[in-house]
């Protein structure tokens, strides 16, 4: 990453009307032309490196440098010269050379990538140096009341609250360039185009921006043309946001980059303590609708929390990470995604964290497509999340909300934990058949008799036999697989002759024929019900 400095190059310096008057000539170090200079000195003293600073442009008439055959000498001067940090060095013709400078001095400057210009004509340093000052003063008065007004704008967006929408959208008016902002695994999570952004800028995003490294808060990645600023602390970095800036940025573009860093760290502080006090007011009017739907004292405070539920229709959402795929100081992004989606959507909607889970209520009014509400509030969730979505059946009476939160739970429940290639956005019990059903009926002891009747041999055995043999494993392959034993035995890396003796084990120990239909139909839901209550390992059914 290369840091990012305000001033005037030296390409610029060559074109000012003194320097054009002197005839300048660059005879060495030409890639480094595009270094800003910091000031001008003008001496002869053949210690001049000791005296300059990083960004420094020296202007000599070599008379203080050693002779033409002290190659040593002028080696020793250019790398002192480099070492400083200075941008370049001048030499004004006539004095003590009239032509061509000596080849060692030439070659060093070379070597480093050090600008070495001549001037053909005679002129007067001090103008040169009170021409470059200036120019440079401009600059970075410029650059001061640019950042002045980038402050201003920012303050004003603190003020007046705005939201990360908002925020990008400033950035992207004033960098003039495509705005984006990505989460942690470098998945981008807003994107805002530039106005010459001809598409692709999101291509290949992840891999591209993990090869980007910030070692301080802010630096310039040429390779992409990309100014990136870290979004939290060193030590808990929850994102970055990455303007387009394809030529090296200005003190005021990183200044606009910070500004909007801050800003939406900001934001997100104060997001999340809204959103936990929130979170909680939702949960106690949750509980009263359940506990109360008809008590004046709990209408009143839906009406006041803005969640409407006279004459309204409501479906009951449980949204649900994935194992391992959200930590808990995660939950709270997601919980939050979900309140800025239900607010674009202009959906009223209860947002509360009940054990792990987000349990939500969407309120619609009668005439609206309730169902497609909340596929469209999902699609916009796993935009940015890969969490579990399940919604309850739509009911039009308050008194049935908590049927429906239950039966959403009920879903997610019974839903698969692994995304797979045709799951919906949104689980329903309609979309889970048999699951659904057994989900349904959750905890009735009348079914875990019918799994301990029907499996309790098998888990016997396994438990006796460790694990040289799984037949609960081999009976679950055969019922998901059941047009082929030899797919089944793959499954489980078994040969054919292996997996027809496991068969063959459980048939006698259960003393039933596995080619019976009925019998597999009533194993396999023994199996179901045995997922579903968490108790077995291995691949669930399907």
Known sequence: MAEVTPGVTLQEALVLPTFRRAVPAVVAGASGLDRPIRWVHATERLDA????????????????????????????????????????????????????????????????????????????????????????????????????????????????????????????????????????????????????????????????????????????????????????????????????????????????????????ALHRLHDRDRGTLMRRTHLELLSGLTDDPDSDDVLRRCELAGFPVRRRSFAGVVVRPRVGAVSPADLDEVAATVVRAAHGLRLPALVCEVERDLRVVVSAAPTADVEDLVDRLAARVLAHHDVVLAAGRVVTERSSVARSVTEAGQVADAAPQARREHDPDVHRLADLHLRGLLALLGEDDRLRLFVDRELAPLKGHDRAEGARTDLVAALRALVMHPASKTEAAASLHLSRAAFYDRLARIEKLLDADLDDPDVRVSLHVALLVDDLSGTTSGPPTK
């Open 49 to 264: 490196g000791s005296l300059l600073r990083a960004g420094d442009l020296l202007l000599t008439m070599g008379t203080g440098l050693p002779g033409d055959d002290d190659a040593a000498g002028l080696t020793a001067f250019v790398d002192e010269v480099a070492d400083s940090g200075a941008v370049g060095i001048v030499v004004e013709l006539g004095r003590r050379w009239s032509a061509d400078l000596p080849a060692p001095l030439v070659d060093a400057c070379e070597r480093h990538g050090l600008p070495l210009v001549v001037l053909g004509q005679e002129t007067r340093f001090a103008a040169l140096a009170q021409e470059i000052g200036e120019r440079v003063v401009d600059r970075q008065l410029t650059e001061l009341r640019e950042a002045q007004r980038v402050h201003e704008t920012f303050t004003e967006l603190s003020f007046g609250q705005a939201g990360p929408v908002e925020i990008l959208q400033a950035v992207q008016r004033m960098a003039a360039g495509p705005v984006v902002v990505e989460n942690a695994q470098h998945r981008p999570l807003d994107y805002f185009a530039g106005p010459d952004d001809a598409g692709g800028f999101l291509d290949g995003w992840p891999a591209r921006s993990r090869r980007v490294e910030v070692a301080s808060r802010t630096g310039w990645d040429a390779a992409n043309g990309w100014l990136v600023t870290r979004l939290g602390t060193a030590d808990q970095v929850w994102g970055r946001l990455v303007i387009g800036s394809p030529q090296p940025p200005s003190q005021r573009l990183v200044a606009v980059a910070e500004r909007a860093a801050a800003a939406l």
